[in-house]
């Protein structure tokens, strides 16, 4: 098993650019996650899914848009990159959501995002 | 909003030394999670505590979750160089998300 895998895992971006940002995962999990981090203020949700063709808002969502076509697919777009949009992006699965009982979320690699 | 502060932000040590990070939630937690993050690495779960008091321990590290589940601790006893990494606990309020602290940066001096 791959476990969770995210591409690219660098990217360098102009202002107003935009791109997307591919998390999968073999485990047939069903909650998938977008963080970011940030120097000194750990990671933050930006969006996450429950489900097959559902998403949800976190607590950074503004500048982002995901969709989750496939269950093994989370897609984190930037529709007109800034640089304050400049992180480290991670990707995380689990089998059942955050409202379950025991949780552990499984995390990608990681993709380096930097906005000129 | 709900916040969970974690300390210190930073921490060196001796190899042997022990080393202790804390965290602090604003609101009452359901349960609490710890990851570790070693340098360049992503997260990877560690533990979580459901139950108010709750001690657990792995190997040389032990976790605790304070009896008003608001607080929490993460003791490694006689560090080692493998264990170098910051350290994030992650709180959840009854069904909302996971709330990251901001991590501990755990250097050890060989």
């Known amino acids: 098993n791959a476990g969770v895998t995210q591409t690219p895992k660098f990217r360098v971006l102009k202002t107003g650019q935009s791109m997307t940002l591919l998390c999968a995962q073999d485990m047939n999990h069903e909650y998938m996650y977008w963080y970011r981090q940030d120097p000194g203020m750990g990671l933050r949700l930006i969006h996450y899914s429950v489900g097959e063709g559902t998403t949800a808002k976190g607590e950074v969502p503004d500048g982002y848009n995901v969709s989750r076509l496939k269950k093994q697919n989370f897609l984190l777009g930037l529709e007109s990159a800034a640089p304050s949009q400049t992180s480290v992006y991670f990707c995380?699965?689990?089998?059942?959501?955050?409202?379950?009982?025991?949780?552990?979320?499984?995390f990608g690699p990681g993709t380096r995002l930097t906005v000129l | 909003g709900q916040q969970v502060m974690q300390i210190p932000q930073y921490q060196h040590v001796q190899e042997g030394e022990d080393f202790t990070t804390y965290c602090n939630s604003s609101t009452t937690l359901s349960n609490i999670q710890w990851y570790k993050q070693r340098p360049g690495g992503h997260p990877v779960f560690l533990i979580q505590?459901?139950?108010?008091?709750e001690v657990k321990k792995q190997k040389r590290l032990t976790f605790q979750f304070g009896e008003a589940k608001k607080n929490s601790s993460l003791h490694i006893t006689a560090t080692q160089t493998t264990d170098v990494g910051t350290y994030f606990c992650?709180?959840?309020?009854?069904?909302?998300?996971?709330?990251f602290g901001t991590g501990t940066r755990l250097t050890v001096i060989p």
């Open positions: 505590l459901v139950k108010s008091g």
């Open positions: 995380a699965s689990s089998y059942e959501g955050l409202a379950g009982g025991a949780v552990t979320q499984y």
């Open positions: 992650a709180g959840r309020a009854g069904a909302n998300n996971l709330f």
